[in-house]
């Protein structure tokens, strides 16, 4: 079935396995199949001018700027003041992916933690929303985002439903959802979505990755957007276009587009 209204909240377009097929995918496959905004999430320096790019030749895209956490090595003396110039141009709506992840590097936690302040700290100084990359850090995450009260949205939440009921304190944080909800082993997502009220959710891909099933380990598309949107729509009891409108109607919010 074809929905309307599909924002993918969470994308890199400007990621390499897009090369071959990245202009006919933006300018004609997925406009055509009701995506109607993208979120690039800057990753590192290069990628967020490669999406700043994207936005500039495709009405329905807008960009983030900022430092993944597992970018930050070999970051040059005036990365932040690069991150300010990024930010100010007129489709960048929010700082990210910034964030903490000590799924492979435990050994930088440090350093971690003050990159992510510093964009915290941006992000506040320019009144823009955050998006959240958080992965095996929800503790220091938790005790940061009280701290700091950014209004944002945690991309890929994997979080439990405790620790959403914690956060949803935080004023204007979202939650948003990837393929893994769709996956069989996705029991705290699942058990968080439950929880979380309608206003507070939103929809992605992660593209090139994160595809749900049944396209699990191929390369993700926002047109597998549905699939995620059909089984948010079975754990919260609604139609999955009313589940996609409100996504939809939730981004725009926070990212302040018209």
Not at 59 to 78: F, M, R, T, V
Not at 131 to 141: K, N, P, Y
Not at 197 to 212: C, F, G, K, N, V
Request: with cysteine.
């Amino acid at each position: 079935m074809r929905y309307k209204n599909l924002f993918d909240s969470h994308a890199h377009y400007a990621d390499s396995s897009f090369d071959e097929d990245r202009e006919i995918l933006l300018k004609q496959i997925l406009p055509e199949q009701g995506i109607v905004f993208i979120m690039l999430a800057g990753v590192n320096l290069t990628d967020c001018l490669q999406s700043q790019e994207l936005a500039k030749n495709y009405d329905y895209i807008y960009c983030s700027a900022g430092i993944h956490p597992e970018k930050i090595q070999n970051l040059p003396e005036n990365w932040l003041e690069q991150i300010e110039i990024f930010a100010k141009f007129k489709k960048c709506m929010a700082i990210g992916e910034i964030g903490l992840d000590y799924h492979a590097n435990q050994g930088n936690k440090n350093l971690q933690k003050k990159i992510f302040i510093q964009q915290l700290e941006l992000a506040k100084k320019l009144n823009l929303p955050v998006i959240l990359h958080i992965r095996d850090a929800m503790g220091d995450a938790v005790e940061i985002l009280k701290s700091y009260q950014p209004k944002g949205v945690i991309h890929c939440y994997n979080g439990s439903a405790e620790t959403a009921k914690e956060l949803l304190k935080i004023n204007n944080l979202y939650f948003s959802f990837s393929g893994v909800i769709t996956y069989k082993n996705a029991r705290k997502p699942v058990e968080a979505l439950k929880i979380l009220p309608l206003d507070r959710i939103m929809l992605e891909t992660d593209s090139p990755y994160l595809a749900p099933e049944p396209y699990r380990h191929k390369r993700c598309d926002s047109r597998f957007m549905i699939h995620t949107a059909e089984k948010m729509a079975e754990i919260k009891n609604i139609a999955t276009q009313e589940l996609v409108t409100i996504c939809c109607e939730n981004a725009k919010r926070l990212f302040q587009i018209a």
